[in-house]
């Protein structure tokens, strides 16, 4: 779609869209037919899945502050509580280095950013492995998906 037919179909819907630069950027991070990494892919992706849901209910001002990076909290507003509960269980396998510098520690469900950090197995025994990764793209890309189908632009 391009910008002139989204900004209509938007403004059809009285929804001012804040992001779409922001979404279109990080989108080429995960549209590279598996030239990247997937550990950015994923971040990417959420990223823009944050935006998008946030953009959607922008008439909403509470989300902002109140859901801040918690994808599985947007994705209730938009009944797709299911997938949440999904995403939330890939999202703790992942270990990361949390704020005090401890390793191995699971991403908290309302920080994705925290994927930044991950501690892969290839740098640490019992960290993330490609599979922990596989898995969690796999549901975000149901995400995605779901989100297209209810109208939500991403």
Not at 38 to 59: F, M, P, R, T
Not at 93 to 118: F, H, V, W
Request: with cysteine; glycine share 6%.
């Amino acid at each position: 779609m391009d910008k002139k037919s989204f900004q209509t179909k938007v403004e059809d819907r009285g929804i001012l869209m804040g992001h779409l630069y922001n979404i279109k950027a990080f989108k080429l991070a995960f549209t590279l037919n598996g030239q990247g990494s997937l550990l950015l892919s994923i971040y990417s992706k959420l990223v823009c899945i944050e935006l998008a849901l946030k953009d959607n209910q922008q008439q909403n001002t509470t989300i902002w502050p109140a859901l801040s990076h918690n994808v599985s909290g947007l994705l209730n507003n938009i009944a797709l509580n299911s997938l949440g509960i999904r995403f939330n269980n890939a999202l703790k396998k992942i270990k990361c280095t949390d704020r005090n510098g401890n390793n191995l520690q699971s991403i908290n469900e309302r920080n994705y950013p925290a994927l930044r950090y991950m501690n892969h197995d290839s740098d640490i025994s019992g960290g993330s492995s490609d599979s922990d990764l596989t898995e969690l793209d796999i549901i975000v890309d149901d995400i995605i998906i779901q989100m297209r189908n209810k109208g939500v632009f991403i």
